[in-house]
């Protein structure tokens, strides 16, 4: 069974994609990755045939248009009767939709987050492009999903929908090699150098953590504000930019830090209500975390005990639950953390997209 999975990005870093994609593979579909060539086109080696179509605009706007056109071309090339089609996020909804009308075959939708309610769009005339869409082709999709409790209950509310599956954007296991305490404590951010992330606050931060080190391991539009905040303030010695690290290179970084940091702002639903990965990338790694006070991150430190949750994003609030990890240790919350990592890995993920796609696949046999 033939599934074309298409996505507006680049397909290194997106983790989700791929960890769908394998599932898929490992279980007897033929997953076809289509992406594009935005931010560039770095060396990728999957198992499965994938593919990037070439943008020539410079404008996100405009790139978004482009991709429209030529997603629609790709999937009308490349789909048939016997195919199944997965659209991830608001930017390939609208040709995928198209095609499966046309062609009379299944389509399941990827809602990663809340598109319209992303801080970059919030205030800007194309988020009324965009919940246009939304509203128009969210309630005609047969099989949706999403990555968080909170965002399936967002889209039943919005749209009085179907409740959407709900699959956790969670890591693989990893093999457990031991902790090390570092004498020059680290905490890390890992991930999208955007707006809205904190990451600014916790820059500041770092002038009331003493034997301590900030680890930025990303790259995006925010990265030279991050460094400015940086340079102005006088930490350089306390700030370290490791850039963008491929996956590989970040699963060897992670486990080296002795807390992970997700501390996003709450300035649209789609972080408020959001799961990030490298909140479990950073259990996974056996890190005790510090989190924003959102729904779904603050269920995982209550449930499990493997972190704190900061109230606000005063600096020197941010380094007082910071401290409050790093003086208690790695050790003293590793029961706790294999516990969470148990529970928060994609193979207790997996079953659910097997099902969904189990059930698509009977509609065209």
């Known amino acids: 069974m033939k599934v074309i999975v298409s996505v507006f990005n680049n397909l290194q870093t997106d983790q989700r994609v791929e960890k769908v994609c394998k599932t898929l593979y490992d279980n007897g579909y033929q997953p076809l990755l289509i992406g594009n060539n935005w931010l560039g086109t770095p060396g990728l080696e999957r198992p499965y045939p994938f593919y990037r179509i070439e943008l020539s605009s410079k404008k996100a706007r405009f790139a ?9 071309r ?7 009767n016997k195919t199944i089609l997965l659209a991830n996020d608001l930017e390939t909804i609208v040709p995928n939709y198209l095609i499966s009308k046309k062609l009379g075959i299944p389509l399941v939708f990827d809602s990663h987050e809340i598109f319209t309610e992303m801080p970059a769009i919030q205030g800007r005339w194309v988020k009324k492009i965009w919940k246009s869409i939304e509203k128009k082709f969210v309630p005609k999709v047969k099989r949706m999903i999403t990555a968080s409790d909170s965002y399936a209950d ?10 959407p599956a709900v699959v956790r954007n969670l890591p693989r296991k990893s093999f457990f090699n031991g902790i090390t305490e570092n004498n020059t404590k680290i905490i890390l951010y890992q991930g999208w150098l955007n707006y809205s992330r904190g990451l600014d606050k916790a820059i500041l931060a770092m002038r009331w953590i003493d034997n301590a080190e900030l680890w930025i391991a990303g790259c995006g539009p925010a990265e030279d504000f991050y460094r400015a905040v940086t340079l102005e303030n006088q930490l350089e010695d306390k700030v370290r930019f490791l850039g963008k690290l491929s996956p590989d290179d970040l699963r060897t970084v992670t486990p080296k830090a002795d807390v992970g940091i997700s501390i996003e702002e709450n300035n649209g639903l789609s972080y408020y209500y959001s799961l990030p990965n490298k909140v479990s990338d950073y259990i996974q790694s056996r890190v005790p975390i510090v989190v924003s006070d959102f729904p779904e991150m603050r269920h995982i430190v209550k449930t499990f005990q493997v972190g704190e949750v900061i109230e606000n994003h005063l600096p020197e609030h941010i380094a007082e639950k910071m401290e409050s990890v790093l003086k208690k240790g790695k050790a003293s919350y590793l029961h706790n953390l294999n516990q969470a990592a148990d529970d928060l890995c994609w193979e207790n993920e997996e079953e659910k997209i097997l099902k969904i796609f189990s059930e698509a696949a009977k509609e065209i046999l």
């Not at 790709?74 to 048939?80: F, G, P, S, T």
């Not at 967002?154 to 179907?162: A, G, L, N, Q, R």
Request: glycine residues 0%; charged residues 40%; without cysteine.
């Open 154 to 163: 967002w889209f039943v509310k919005e749209y009085d929908i179907k409740r």
């Open 74 to 80: 790709e999937l009308k090339k490349n789909a048939d």
């Open 64 to 72: 978004y248009i482009e991709f429209q056109t030529k997603l629609y």
